[in-house]
Every structure is written in structure tokens, then in C-alpha cells.
């Protein structure tokens, strides 16, 4: 059974400041997805990532993947208010499936 | 057009009442999905439809029935429903095959039992 794990649960972290989430998976996967859901909202699509070595960037938010150590890192540069969200990685699984992390909350403060 | 519309928004019914949850994509997307979050928890896969067939059912009780009419629409119908059942059920969709495989989320649809 694939387990996806994320590291840390809750972070707290001051406006302008640089952080990682982790996403540790137990299984072989080439699949790997990040997303943001807002309080009471949807789920919205960050990154996609789909091979070893795999970075991707949009703004103050850059991800990477590592297959052969079964990690995936999330790195916030500079935080603002506006990255204040639940992330969740989502690991592709069997075609279809994806098996979500147990989400990081994140609130950043001034 | 590039969305997944659902309906309701919002949903209260009693245990004994029959109830739909709707979902909708014109992205010509062949596959289509039903999640169910619980609060500060990840979604959790209910079903998976592929080309209009049920592909995946990961043991979900029978009082939750999905049925996929058509390659747009996807509906989860529901009956005799417990308190713990309250949650948000998301829809998704996504190409089926390719790379990505990359699931495109609709707002979802909280529901309360009573």
C-alpha cells in the first residue's frame, strides 16, 4: 500500500522568510503533484512533475522531485500573506489514482 | 474552457432522504473522479469512472452510488446517509492516458446530514 507523508503538519513561518516542505512516498511512483486548497475552497493545481530531477518554479514557490529517494521538496522563498494555505503532494498511483499527503497548513504572518 | 463545474454548493439532508451531487467538464477529459474531505484531512478517493465505466471503487459503503451518463457528467447519488457521511465531495477529471494524467478539481460540494 503506498503512504505518502508530509513534513511538517503546521508551519508558522514570519513574512520574508525561506521554508521547505517535504513529501516523503513509500512505493515507486513517476507521478507527482502538488496543490493548494484555500480554507472551504477547492483544490488548485500547482505543479506537475513527472520524472527524476523534475524542478519547477512559479513565483515565490519552487518543487522538485528525487524518484530514487521517493521525496518530493515544496520551497517557499520571501513568504507573503497570500502562500497562507493548506499544500498538499499527491502521489500518482495505478494509472489513475493519486494518494493525497497529509497536507501542510501553512500561515504566514507578518 | 477549462473548469469542472458542481452542484450544488451546499447540500443538508436528512438520513432518510435521496439526494444527487452533480458534476460537469467540456474539457473532453475521459476520465472522471469522486473524493470525499473530511475537515483538516486530505481527500479521500471514492470512484473512478474511465471512458463512462466504473474503473475504481476503493469499498465505498452502497449508499453512495455513482453513475456516469455521458463523458461530461458524472453524478453520485445518495441515500439513507449517515452523520459521519457530512463532508465536501470533490469531482475531478482528467485525461485519461498521456503523461500527466493530471486531475483538474471542481469547488466541490459540502454536505451536511442530519
Known amino acids: 500500500e503506498l503512504k505518502v507523508e508530509q513534513n511538517p503538519l503546521f508551519l508558522s513561518m514570519q513574512e520574508g522568510k525561506n521554508y521547505t516542505i517535504y513529501c516523503n512516498y513509500s512505493t515507486t511512483s513517476d507521478r507527482l503533484y502538488w496543490y493548494r486548497q484555500d480554507p472551504g475552497k477547492s483544490l488548485e493545481s500547482l505543479f506537475v512533475?513527472?520524472?527524476?530531477?523534475a524542478v519547477k518554479q512559479e513565483g515565490r514557490l519552487m518543487a522538485s522531485l528525487d524518484t530514487k529517494a521517493r521525496l518530493s521538496t515544496l520551497h517557499i522563498t520571501a513568504a507573503v500573506h497570500d502562500l497562507s494555505a493548506t499544500y498538499f503532494c499527491?502521489?500518482?498511483?495505478?494509472?489513475?489514482?493519486?494518494?493525497f499527503g497529509t497536507g501542510t497548513r501553512l500561515q504566514v504572518f507578518p | 474552457d477549462t473548469e469542472v463545474t458542481q452542484t450544488p454548493k451546499h447540500l443538508v439532508m436528512g438520513m432518510t432522504n435521496k439526494k444527487s451531487l452533480k458534476c460537469e467538464q467540456h474539457?473532453?477529459?475521459?476520465?472522471m473522479y469522486w473524493y470525499k474531505q473530511k475537515a483538516k484531512k486530505p481527500p479521500e478517493l471514492m470512484f473512478v469512472y474511465s471512458y463512462e465505466k466504473l474503473s475504481i471503487n476503493e469499498s465505498v459503503p452502497s449508499r453512495f452510488s455513482p453513475e456516469c451518463p455521458n463523458s461530461s457528467l458524472l453524478n453520485l447519488h445518495l441515500h439513507a446517509l449517515q452523520p459521519e457521511d457530512s463532508a465536501l465531495y470533490l469531482c475531478a477529471s482528467s485525461h485519461h492516458g498521456g503523461r500527466s494524467y493530471e486531475q483538474y478539481f471542481g469547488p466541490g460540494t459540502r454536505l451536511t446530514v442530519t
Open positions: 512533475l513527472l520524472s527524476n530531477g
Open positions: 474539457m473532453g477529459h475521459r476520465a
Open positions: 499527491a502521489v500518482g498511483w495505478d494509472t489513475d489514482k493519486l494518494i
